[in-house]
């Protein structure tokens, strides 16, 4: 019995070694993959806010373009006004309006221009914003998983110290130490009583000794008698 028991603890303490073992080298890796996500997490961030700023320079930079388109438009029209007001010349006038629009013109291109550059920049800000939240849910998923690992590592490791412990442990030298014990108090038993019938049988004797001498006898006690009468003239 005690045999198969010690195997059995060899057992769960090799496995105990065998699940820390394992587990500590995911740990590290899982650490490591922690650390260099947060550091891709950190350069994303920085990229997404990068972008985010080009694409809202060139929103308003477009918006400032169709703006500036409106207003050579408008500036045309108020040349062409006055040219039939007589308040310019109209050749002037015509030249002036035309110098406006071809302004807006280049203005209308620009604007279009800037909106393609900023709906290229938006949709890169909004694909670099998935994948900044997508590194988020991996940290945390990793972290997770590392509370887990750590638990189980000190899980294992509390398993082996424990089987370590009972692995030591000598049954059958316990269950000899613990019949030895049983036959020295049974010894120590026996003794004692023996050493309680003797001095009971020695103070009997006593009691028969004192007994003896301190009842005189019938005869003594006569041959006194007859002398003390003898003093006193009785005989």
Same mark, same amino acid.
């Given at each position: 019995m005690?045999?198969?028991?010690?195997?059995?603890?060899?057992i769960?303490?090799?496995?105990?070694?065998?699940?820390?073992?394992?587990?500590?080298?995911?740990?590290?890796?899982?650490e490591?993959?922690?650390?260099?996500?947060?550091?891709?997490?950190?350069v994303a961030?920085q990229?997404l806010?990068?972008?985010?700023a080009?694409?809202i320079?060139?929103?308003?930079?477009m918006?400032?373009?169709?703006?500036?388109?409106?207003?050579?438009?408008r500036k045309?029209?108020?040349i062409?006004?006055?040219?039939?007001?007589?308040?310019?010349?109209?050749?002037d006038a015509?030249?002036?309006?035309?110098?406006?629009?071809?302004?807006?013109?280049?203005s209308?291109?620009r604007a279009? $221009?800037?909106?393609?550059?900023y709906?290229a920049?938006?949709?890169?800000?909004?694909?670099? $914003?998935?994948?900044?939240e997508q590194?988020?849910k991996?940290?945390?998923?990793?972290?997770?998983?590392l509370?887990?690992?750590?638990?189980?590592?000190?899980?294992?490791?509390?398993m082996?110290?424990?089987n $370590? $412990?009972?692995?030591?442990?000598?049954?059958?030298?316990?269950?000899?130490?613990?019949?030895?014990?049983k036959?020295?108090v049974a010894?120590?038993?026996?003794l004692?009583?023996a050493?309680?019938?003797?001095?009971?049988?020695?103070a009997?004797v006593?009691?028969?000794?004192?007994?003896?001498?301190?009842t005189?006898?019938s005869?003594?006690a006569?041959?006194?008698?007859?002398?003390?009468?003898?003093?006193?003239?009785?005989?």
């Amino acid at each position: 019995m005690a045999g198969i028991l010690q195997r059995i603890f060899k057992i769960g303490q090799a496995e105990a070694h065998s699940v820390v073992d394992k587990l500590e080298d995911p740990i590290k890796l899982t650490e490591q993959g922690i650390r260099d996500l947060k550091k891709d997490l950190s350069v994303a961030m920085q990229s997404l806010a990068e972008v985010k700023a080009l694409a809202i320079r060139l929103k308003k930079q477009m918006e400032d373009a169709r703006r500036a388109a409106k207003d050579y438009e408008r500036k045309a029209m108020l040349i062409l006004e006055k040219a039939k007001k007589g308040e310019l010349d109209p050749q002037d006038a015509e030249h002036l309006a035309m110098e406006a629009l071809t302004r807006k013109q280049e203005s209308e291109d620009r604007a279009t $221009q800037l909106a393609t550059d900023y709906e290229a920049q938006n949709r890169m800000a909004m694909e670099l $914003q998935a994948k900044v939240e997508q590194l988020k849910k991996q940290i945390t998923t990793y972290e997770n998983e590392l509370i887990t690992l750590k638990a189980r590592a000190k899980t294992a490791q509390s398993m082996r110290k424990i089987n $370590q $412990q009972l692995a030591k442990v000598d049954s059958s030298s316990t269950l000899a130490m613990l019949e030895r014990m049983k036959q020295k108090v049974a010894e120590e038993e026996s003794l004692a009583e023996a050493y309680g019938n003797v001095a009971a049988e020695t103070a009997s004797v006593d009691q028969k000794i004192d007994r003896a001498l301190a009842t005189p006898s019938s005869s003594s006690a006569m041959l006194e008698l007859e002398e003390l009468k003898k003093k006193v003239g009785l005989v």
